[in-house]
């Protein structure tokens, strides 16, 4: 069964599944969650039994308008291409299917193995099936291993932002991103669970195991969500 567990004043849910399930398709192991002495959550991709294994937590509440900030440790413009970190909102099935009513902040080559790929994306995808999905990505490197990733989300529109250190300085901001004017009427508006995942990506480099073949951790030091 799925584990349930308070962290930072939240109920979250560690995924577990015995056969292979979305994305990748994967298999997701409770064990990979863990929170340390210090209130830190780690989220692993790990060998279990001969077998891959990735991570995800979500929220039993379901969360709206309001800004979401993430403090990341882990050298995530290095993570292996096969390899995603998604920190995202999600709809259950009250609120629409898949590729509708999400917000994601992921750090991923998405397969490329070309030193110029892209490896941190912003994708929004719409309230309704069949809107448009709006997305903006680039290549970063990183000054050290914490980051900090945020969205503020609002009737009209999402902003995304990534910022050097545990920090939300504007000195230390290195990609901010608007959603377009024109995407405010496809712009989701139901609340929705706020989930966070680490886990293998297999259609460009087919195989459930990250191409260097290494287990791998990054560790979320706090989440916040304050109305606006």
């Given at each position: 069964?799925?584990?349930?567990?308070?962290?930072?004043?939240?109920?979250?849910?560690?995924?577990?599944?015995?056969?292979?399930?979305?994305?990748?398709?994967?298999?997701?192991?409770?064990?990979?969650?863990?929170?340390?002495?210090?209130?830190?959550?780690?989220?692993?991709?790990?060998?279990q039994n001969g077998q891959w294994t990735c991570a995800e937590v979500f929220t039993s509440q379901k969360f709206g308008f309001g800004r979401y900030v993430w403090s990341v440790e882990g050298a995530v413009d290095k993570l292996d291409p096969k390899l995603v970190l998604g920190l995202f909102t999600y709809p259950t099935p009250a609120e629409g299917p898949d590729r509708t009513n999400e917000i994601d902040i992921e750090w991923s080559k998405w397969g490329q193995t070309d030193q110029n790929a892209t490896n941190l994306g912003y994708t929004i995808y719409p309230r309704t099936e069949g809107g448009p999905i709006v997305s903006k990505n680039k290549k970063q490197g990183l000054n050290g291993t914490y980051t900090t990733s945020a969205f503020t989300w609002s009737p009209n529109g999402?902003?995304?932002?990534?910022?050097?250190?545990?920090?939300?300085?504007?000195?230390?901001?290195?990609?901010?991103?608007?959603?377009?004017?024109?995407?405010?009427?496809?712009?989701?508006?139901?609340?929705?669970?706020?989930?966070?995942?680490?886990?293998?990506?297999?259609?460009?480099?087919?195989?459930?195991?990250?191409?260097?073949?290494?287990?791998?951790?990054?560790?979320?030091?706090?989440?916040?969500?304050?109305?606006?």
């Open positions: 069964m799925a584990r349930s567990f308070n962290w930072q004043g939240i109920e979250w849910i560690a995924r577990r599944s015995n056969e292979l399930e979305g994305p990748g398709p994967n298999k997701w192991s409770s064990n990979n969650v863990t929170v340390d002495d210090d209130g830190h959550l780690h989220l692993r991709i790990s060998q999402v902003k995304l932002e990534s910022y050097h250190g545990h920090t939300t300085k504007d000195e230390n901001k290195f990609f901010e991103w608007t959603t377009p004017y024109g995407f405010a009427n496809a712009c989701p508006i139901a609340p929705v669970p706020i989930h966070m995942n680490l886990w293998i990506h297999q259609e460009e480099i087919p195989g459930m195991s990250p191409l260097n073949g290494e287990e791998v951790e990054v560790i979320i030091h706090n989440f916040k969500f304050t109305l606006q």
